[in-house]
């Protein structure tokens, strides 16, 4: 041997099965899998329909007033510093001063904790609920890092139903139904990732309705917040928070087109105090001591980019998010095996059925996807991995003329792999 010695018998390298199984189900592990199965020599534009990141397209560039405070916040000077655990108190104002102009009462700086995008968001607060035995209950179809972040942290969890043919809403009856006495949460998502729903004040009415029967919290995922171009306005799941209290969880990754810049937040929108009487947000405030800082510069320049941001650009936004879901709409119905149950009116996605009667040597969901890849060069988000098997998860939140050709070519791959219909 090197060195005169023997082998080491090093201890360490046992994979974590857990995480393991955790990285399986990310988005963007499914998402970088689909990529590798592209045919490289394929001339033709990739048409990225299986991940929501406009940014990539200068059809939905952010505000020149966001790129400003950012590039103005960094040469300051101010913001080169650690910041406190619930974040920079500027920051955690302006979010407060945000979220209250469409509440019936007022968010404080000290309801507010700054974090590093949604997708942190989402680890603490599964964390903060992983008490012993707790259990949450989270939709399907789902943003698969609530299950992840909550197998992670020994949280159970549980899965309610959304209704393709009640527009994507909640299934209630079945909430209740999985309840038990150590369910601590339900989450959902509005306006919705994957589906493309967006609920009526009726329907959260109803929800937050639920959720004090239960004697449990919502957590609202609201990091589309106002991404809605439909007949039904968004509204903040905090209205009801008289009713029962609630977490909002939102950011600027989707609002401002900027997830590269991790930016967002956890908002106790719970005007009688249960959540700070249950310790939860200084739970939440202890968490972020112990995680990842949201970059300081950033959180400076929040403010202004909030401030600053003209509505114009929210306006012309959601006018080409509306002009490519109304395309990604219209060519899915020319698709024979394709069905669209409900037309998306907010987010940036829609959850269309896959129908493999029709279809020859196509086994399920991921083979469509990994076939329509290397066939035509489309990254679709298989279903099953949402919770839905036989589904699919498509973005139009993509240039109108690359989302056009790319839906052309799952038309031509569905013809080609159709099977042949018998003529009596």
């Known amino acids: 041997m090197e060195n005169g010695g023997e082998a080491a018998n090093w201890r360490f390298g046992a994979a974590n099965p857990a995480l393991e199984a955790a990285g399986r189900q990310s988005i963007r592990s499914i998402v970088s899998g689909l990529f590798d199965s592209l045919d490289k020599s394929d001339p033709r534009p990739v048409a990225p329909l299986g991940h929501g990141d406009p940014s990539a397209f200068a059809c939905f560039r952010t505000a020149p007033a966001a790129e400003d405070a950012i590039a103005s916040a960094a040469l300051?000077?101010?913001?080169?510093?650690?910041?406190?655990?619930?974040?920079?108190?500027?920051?955690?104002?302006?979010?407060?001063?945000?979220?209250?102009?469409?509440?019936?009462?007022?968010?404080?700086?000290g309801d507010v904790v700054i974090t590093a995008g949604c997708n942190h968001a989402i680890e603490i607060m599964m964390?903060?609920?992983?008490?012993?035995?707790?259990?949450?209950?989270?939709?399907?179809?789902?943003?698969?890092?609530?299950?992840?972040?909550?197998?992670?942290?020994?949280?159970?969890?549980?899965?309610?139903?959304?209704?393709?043919?009640?527009?994507?809403?909640?299934?209630?009856?079945?909430?209740?139904?999985?309840?038990?006495?150590?369910?601590?949460?339900?989450?959902?998502?509005?306006?919705?990732?994957?589906?493309?729903?967006?609920?009526?004040?009726?329907h959260l009415a109803k929800?937050?309705?639920?959720?004090?029967?239960?004697?449990?919290?919502?957590?609202?995922?609201?990091?589309?917040?106002?991404?809605?171009?439909?007949?039904?306005?968004?509204?903040?799941?905090?209205?009801?928070?008289?009713?029962?209290?609630?977490?909002?969880?939102?950011?600027?990754?989707?609002?401002?087109?900027?997830p590269g810049w991790r930016l967002g937040w956890i908002v106790a929108t719970d005007p009688n105090g249960v959540l700070r009487e249950k310790k939860v947000i200084q739970s939440v405030i202890d968490y972020r001591a112990i995680s990842v800082d949201p970059v300081t510069f950033a959180q400076g320049a929040l403010p202004q980019i909030i401030a600053n941001t003209d509505k114009v650009f929210f306006e012309n936004a959601m006018d080409v998010m509306r002009k490519t879901?109304?395309?990604?709409?219209?060519?899915?119905?020319?698709?024979?095996?394709?069905?669209?149950?409900?037309?998306?009116?907010?987010?940036?996605?829609?959850?269309?059925?896959?129908?493999?009667?029709?279809?020859?040597?196509?086994?399920?969901?991921?083979?469509?996807?990994?076939?329509?890849?290397?066939?035509?060069?489309?990254?679709?988000?298989?279903?099953?991995?949402?919770?839905?098997?036989?589904?699919?998860r498509i973005t139009f939140a993509v240039d109108p003329f690359l989302l056009e050709d790319g839906l052309e070519r799952v038309k031509a791959f569905c013809k080609r792999h159709g099977k042949t219909k018998e003529v009596n």
């Not at 937050?208 to 007949?231: M, P, Q, W």
């Not at 987010?347 to 269309?352: G, L």
Request: with cysteine; hydrophobic share 40%; glycine share 8%.
């Open 325 to 392: 879901a109304e395309i990604c709409y219209q060519k899915l119905m020319d698709i024979e095996c394709i069905t669209c149950p409900h037309k998306p009116e907010g987010s940036m996605f829609v959850m269309v059925k896959l129908d493999l009667s029709s279809l020859d040597g196509i086994h399920d969901d991921v083979d469509f996807c990994r076939k329509v890849a290397r066939e035509e060069s489309v990254v679709i988000c298989p279903g099953s991995e949402l919770g839905m098997m036989d589904w699919l």
């Open 76 to 109: 300051s000077g101010k913001h080169n510093c650690y910041s406190r655990a619930a974040g920079v108190e500027e920051a955690r104002s302006a979010v407060a001063a945000h979220l209250s102009r469409e509440l019936p009462y007022e968010v404080t700086a």
């Open 207 to 258: 929800i937050a309705e639920t959720a004090r029967k239960l004697g449990i919290l919502v957590i609202s995922d609201e990091v589309y917040d106002h991404c809605a171009f439909g007949s039904k306005p968004f509204v903040p799941m905090g209205v009801f928070g008289e009713i029962a209290p609630v977490v909002t969880m939102g950011g600027i990754s989707k609002r401002w087109m900027v």
């Open 127 to 202: 964390a903060v609920l992983a008490a012993p035995g707790a259990n949450v209950l989270l939709p399907r179809p789902g943003y698969p890092l609530y299950e992840s972040r909550a197998a992670l942290c020994g949280l159970q969890f549980r899965h309610f139903d959304l209704l393709p043919e009640k527009g994507w809403e909640v299934d209630l009856d079945g909430v209740v139904a999985l309840a038990d006495e150590n369910t601590v949460a339900m989450v959902i998502v509005n306006p919705n990732n994957p589906c493309g729903c967006v609920y009526s004040y009726h």
